[in-house]
């Protein structure tokens, strides 16, 4: 059965007392749930475990945070049974909506996007994608200097493509790395 899923999240915390919970998307998959709300998710708790059907009686966004309520998950005690659980998608579904390169990370797409951090103030444009081996980096220029910043799905917080929006946590000291490189030359007149 799981040659036949595609994961696309990870349950997260509960959100209030009645069953919401806060899912983490690939960035791929924000834009199918634009377009629709899967009837069914798949859960699984480990790669040992089945994936288990789970309904999806609503789906939400709050502010670039997908919330959704499962049917029969009706309490934040049940939340936490599936917390930390990857969610799937049956791939017949996604085939319909994203094409095989996307699903296979094809970062070409955020060409254009404007790049947020955490606190949501504007970085840049993305320029250019650079897909590496060991790391996929997108390219900025920032006050004239060229910045490379590595494109990890665990540093997305969120990805709207109406407003062409990514939204991600970056690295503490890599900006700085860039606009404000230390000259050789000052550390020996020190």
Known sequence: MTDSLTQVGRIGKAKGLKGDVKVFFEAFFFELLAETTPDVLFLKADEKAAALPYFVE?????????????????????????????????KTELEAYVSEADMLEDWEY????????????????INDI??????????????????LIPLV??????????????????????????????????????
């Not at 997908?66 to 799937?88: N, P, Q």
């Not at 955020?110 to 444009?125: D, H, P, R, S, V």
């Not at 650079?130 to 910045?147: H, K, N, P, S, T």
């Not at 890599?174 to 020190?190: G, I």
Request: proline content about 2%; overall charge negative; charged content about 35%.
């Open 58 to 90: 609503e789906l939400r966004d709050e502010n670039g945070t997908i919330i959704l309520k499962f049917e029969e998950v009706d309490s934040r005690t049940a939340v936490e049974k599936i917390r930390g659980h990857d969610v799937f998608i049956r």
């Open 110 to 125: 955020l060409i254009g996007f404007q790049l947020l951090n955490a606190e949501k103030e504007m970085i840049g444009t």
């Open 130 to 147: 650079f897909e590496r081996d060991e790391q996929d980096l997108m390219q900025l220029f920032i006050q004239g200097v060229e910045v």
């Open 153 to 190: 799905d665990e540093l997305v917080i969120a990805f709207k493509e109406s407003e062409k929006q990514l939204q991600m946590h970056i690295p503490d000291g890599l900006l700085e790395l860039y606009l404000n490189p230390t000259n050789d030359e000052d550390r020996e007149h020190d």
